[in-house]
Nanobody
Framework: QLQLVESGGGLVQPGGSLRLSCAAS????????IGWFRQAPGKEREGVSC????????YYTDSVKGRFTISRDDAKNTVYLQMNNLKAEDTGIYSC???????????????????WGQGTQVTVSS
């Protein structure tokens, strides 16, 4: 059974760091595009970052470029999102998602992904 489980969220002060994990089971993560999305209170879900299964290429939304890094550990079947220099506007529920089709280039489009984790809360506040 395909499953994604996020962890690593929490409360952090502005300028702080967190590393989110997306652990996959039931499938080989490296064969699939994986995306990180977030939803702030009262706002629509938005794409934050993704990693392709074709060539490992990565993409970021403009607001997190230079601060967030997505990576993949194939041995652990896990994707990470390292978040540095966090800002209040980064607050939200962060979810990872998988495109169940194999060997795809990733895009920051919700419609590409068809299985989602339950999400982890990130709160940036002093």
């Amino acid at each position: 059974q395909l499953q994604l489980v996020e962890s690593g969220g929490g409360l952090v002060q502005p300028g702080g760091s967190l590393r989110l994990s997306c652990a996959a089971s039931g499938f080989t993560l490296r064969a699939h595009a994986i995306g990180w999305f977030r939803q702030a209170p009262g706002k629509e879900r938005e794409g934050v970052s993704c990693i392709s299964s074709t060539d490992g290429s990565t993409y970021y939304t403009d607001s997190v470029k230079g601060r967030f890094t997505i990576s993949r550990d194939d041995a652990k079947n896990t994707v990470y999102l390292q978040m540095n220099n966090l800002k209040a506007e980064d607050t939200g529920i962060y979810s990872c998602a998988v495109d169940r089709r194999v060997f795809r280039q990733c895009h920051l489009l919700i419609s590409q992904y068809d299985s989602w984790g339950q999400g982890t809360q990130v709160t940036v506040s002093s």
